[in-house]
Every structure is written in C-alpha cells, then in structure tokens.
C-alpha cells in the first residue's frame, strides 16, 4: 500500500500534467468541487473556471513542480513547491517560477485538490522586483 506522502504528491504530479497538456477534463477527478485557484496577480477561480483557462487563454510547453515539501495535519496536505513554467497566456509570454501552495483534502479513500495558490515570479535572492524598480525611478 502507498504511503500517504506518495498518495498525495501522486495527485499533485497528475494536477501538472494536467496543466502541461491542458487536460480541461482531468480536472474533474482532481479538484473538489468547491475548489478555489488564486494566480500570481490576485485573480480567483474556481474550478470550472480554473479549466477553462485551457480552451485558449492558457498554453504550456514546459510546467513542472519542483521541490515539494509535505505537511499533513489529519485529512488535509499541504503541499508547498516550485512551480516552473513555460507558458503563452492570452498570447503573451507569461513563462516564469512561481512558489505554490497546494491544499488537498481526504475525500474518502482519496485526495483532492481545494486550492491552488500562486506568489512570485521568484527573484533571485539580491535582487529587486521589477515593479519595485519601476517604482523607485
């Protein structure tokens, strides 16, 4: 039998791949219903919403999640990570690194996927933000 920890960055790894080959229904199996996706600028979306992005808005050549750390308090996980991206968003470059944190929770005898939360693009330590530097001019 699988360990917790496998069961769950499992679910993680397949939320990627969805995103990668933009799978609009492989989202049904891994997102609760009363998901909430939250994307580095603020917007929020549920789940529908956050699948739709794949039906022109939202195409990835490259995504990947790199570095995840696990921590689980009963039946949900928190999964904090490194999403690395090459992406095309509304025609625009929107290609970066983003730190993410994943909630899932046990629905039965699986984890689903009830939130998403992007912050960055990552900066390499030293360095200033390019909205910061545009501030200060």
Known sequence: METITEDVLDVVNAWAAAELEGDVEA?????????QGIGPVGFVLDKARWAQRHLGDVVNEEFEILEP????YGDTALVEAV????????????????????VLVRDDDRWLITNIQLSGPLIPP????SWLREQNR
């Open 126 to 129: 030293g360095d200033t933000a």
């Open 27 to 35: 989202y049904g199996a891994l997102l609760i219903d009363e998901f």
């Open 69 to 72: 750390h696990l921590r689980q």
């Open 83 to 102: 999403q690395r991206q090459k992406t095309q968003a509304r025609g625009h470059d929107a290609s970066a690194s983003f730190r993410v944190l994943i």
